[in-house]
């Protein structure tokens, strides 16, 4: 039920001067409301401020905002600024999410279940978008559950709500943020929202989005019988705890009430575990040097994505994780979900990538070209099974370059764009820029 | 940071009715409502129904639905409480979506546990007849909150917002001052065929709708809430819709309590007549809908 | 102030469909006699259900599959108007036909969302002799489908009880075995008892999830790669 505009009701854009009619409410915020609007005959988005949010800073804030522009597609970000003569207030208008795109909290409410595969994918593309607004001199300062969106499918991501982005250092007034996600030294009012602070909320919610809990939030949370401020500010400012910090166990998870975090954590590979580990450890106290930064988020990400395999009984993803595999050599690892063994598939080493060949892996540009790193539009291999030997599986040249494999007799063969190399221990596939070798 | 409010004054009256079904099988009414202020009076309002799933698995289930809305009036009202000194209504929100529904599941499930340690399950209630799929009972009482499973349905006005929450099937309706009515929570589409979630399932808290409606110049009229033995028992969705409508003029017209007397008779007359469920209609009403009805009874 | 708020009430309706195999097979040993024996044995039995559950608005159908598939009774019919036809028995069977006839029947609409699960019974002694599988997936394709009440009923030692099974989706239910006329009367009159009494009011039920497993392939290593085979190909 909207209150602030109703349906063929005319705003005008203050930049270019045109028309815009409001068509229909969609939803409504801690600050304003959105409606699906048309300008020109386009299909756009209004979001209309409450008064007691439509400030005269927040009006300056978005003015710098639209005229920067977005750091990259995967923001949605104002346009230009909306009035009209006896309505109160202003708002802003920016393009219509897709339907695709659904956030974490469709995740949280079971609406959608995305692969490991498309997860690894959106914490890859969210810290590859923070590093870009970031490197623009920009701050978010509001990452939660509902400005991260994103494709199951693909996990492609669209990051919205950026009415908020401040230039970095100049965060002051204005929304802080919630307190879930606000870094420590925000929440007990020691500092202001910048980069720093940024990157702690976006740890927060990558932890959430693997492990569908809150960081912070073990027996210490369970303890809270009326959630007020001054237990917001102790669970998550003053006294803060990772429920995994190696040293203190005083905020484990309970195994009835938050098992989600004991099942999940389990799941996954060590290098994964570190890097959330040290986000909530250091992370926790040292703004500056401790927290874990977007480019090593990002490369572990792929590296998540890479290491992926499949039960072949129940057809869950699992990791393969190879620290645990290098300390116990004859250990076999179970699949989390049906409980029975795993068998993975055959790895390519390449650089300092691994990539487990699964029956749909593909390697990018990232995959074999320095130059080209975190390029993944275009696959340029892709796994395959031999048309007349089911037994048999290979490594399929789908770029426009020729590949050379060498076996293990030492014999050299062409592999021509669109023609498959045998899948072997020991075979070597030089890809022009790199080379990498099939292990077991 | 000034949070807009509003100065109406708001009422609540509700009832609950046992399904003709039941009465005939001599089953006891498994929905339950409960608010708070208990003078019905004053914000914040709160007011929550509840309807037990009343399957040979839940057979608690009316004493599931019973402790649902008055776990749930209590922990919602200790949330806003401890929320009235933040300083921006988006932290509420978020709260209200992020910490509520696991908030409240735990305290129905500490609730239930107490019941259950006070009131051990006896023989009579382990030796309930097999449903026509045959299922073993050895869940019952191993997994204890699976005899008391229940949905759960709320809404709490407060000066400057209102808060909507649901776990399961039933409806929660606004009617606007012009008689538009709208529901204020997406529809869930697993809940079909009398299949519904619920706060006996493992993570219920997943399962909650909420939606937080910062009220600014224009609150909802009047709102509803019903368990659905109520809204099947109308021939088509627009019947039943109609009721928020209606309601809002019989309001208009003939004032609250008049409202309130016809109740009951009306929720009977829709259980023989149409589902024969167990019927449970709550009513928040802004009480600026009622002043002229009270201006032409004052003498 | 007596008028009630809303619309027009109304009970929830409740399809009752009949699914019967009138295959030529049918017609050995006075199988399909027995079949119409029962079915009209076990009207007054519905009616009485439906009587002592009046907010549930039975609604019977029968659909009959042997050289095709066809509606014996095709409007839904309330039980006490329902007269049963003898089925005659000649032919193959279409079961394949008769599941996708009914899968079109349930979806919204003609059905509607408040509609209580329905009970679909189905009757056979033999084999299907058609495309059983997408008859199959089209009924379970449907909301209705899988919410309804599926019960198998299979008459003779020949009937193919897997394919029922698959009918029937839960394997904690097992198809009935009806080996004599007797038997056969006494799974009837179940069906149309407790069954259409259990459907009359429901309780609400939680889900369970259930995930057959699947099978994936692995790309696994040659364990020695044969002389003639090709590296690259």
Redesign the interface.
Known sequence: ?S??LEAGQKIRTEATGLTCEVLKFLG????GEVYAARVEGKPVALKWY????ATIEQRKRLETLCAMGAPSSKFLWPVELASAQGVADYGYLMALREARYKSI?DM???RIEPSFHALATVGLELSHSFLQLHARGLCYR?I???NAFFDPDTGEVLICDNDNVTVDSQAKGG??G???FMAPEIVRGDAVPSSQTDLFSLSVLLFYMFMMHHPLEGKKE?EI?????P??KKLYGTEPLFIFDPADKSNAPDAT?Q??ALVFWAIYPKFLRELFTKAFTEGLRDPLHGRVRESNWRASMVRLRDSII??????AENFYDADAHASAKNVQSRCWS?KRGL?P??RLRIARSEVM???NAQLFPHHVDDERKYDFTQPLAT?T???T?P????LKNLSRQNWS?T?TRG?V???LPG???????G?RINFGRAEGEIT? | MAVDKHTARWRVVGHSVRGATHERAGVPNQDAIHWLPESSAGLPLILAVADGHGSHKSFRSETGARLAVETAAQVINDFLLGQAQTESLSVTKRAAEEWLPAALTRRWLAAVSAHLAAHPLVADELKLAPDIHGTSRSDAPSNPPVVYGTTILAAAVTTGFIIYLQLGDGEILTVSKEGAVTRPLSKDERLFANETTSLCSPDAWRDFRVCFQVVSNAPPSLILLCTDGYSNSFHDEQGFLKVGTDILDMIRADGLEMVNEHLASWLTESTYAGSGDDVTLGLILNQDEERHASVEHEV | MSMRPGGELATRPLHFIWMADCSGSMDVDGKIQSLNTAIKEAIPNMQTVADENPNAQVLVRAIKFSSGAQWHVSQPTEVADFRWEDLTAEGVTDMGKALTMVAEQLRIPPMTERALPPVLVLISDGQPTDDYASGLKALMGEPWGRKAVRIAIAIGEDADTEVLQKFIGNPELKPLQANNPEALVKYIKWVSTAVLKSASSPASQTSDSATPGMNVPIPVLPESVPASADDVW
Not at chain 1, 391 to 394: A, F, K, L, S
Request: with cysteine; hydrophobic share 30%.
């Open positions: 039920m209150q602030l409504g915020g801690g600050q409450y008064a007691a949010s909290v949280m409410k079971r509001d939660s559950f509902g929304v802080y919630t307190p879930r369970l019988k009326c959630l007020d401020l237990a917001m009430h098992k989600n499949y039960c072949g009984h129940c057809k049906c068998h598939p055959p060949l699964n029956h796994v099974r031999h048309p030997e037994d048999i599986w290979g494999a076996n014999e063969k062409d592999v023609r498959s190399v045998t899948l072997a221990v075979t077991s």
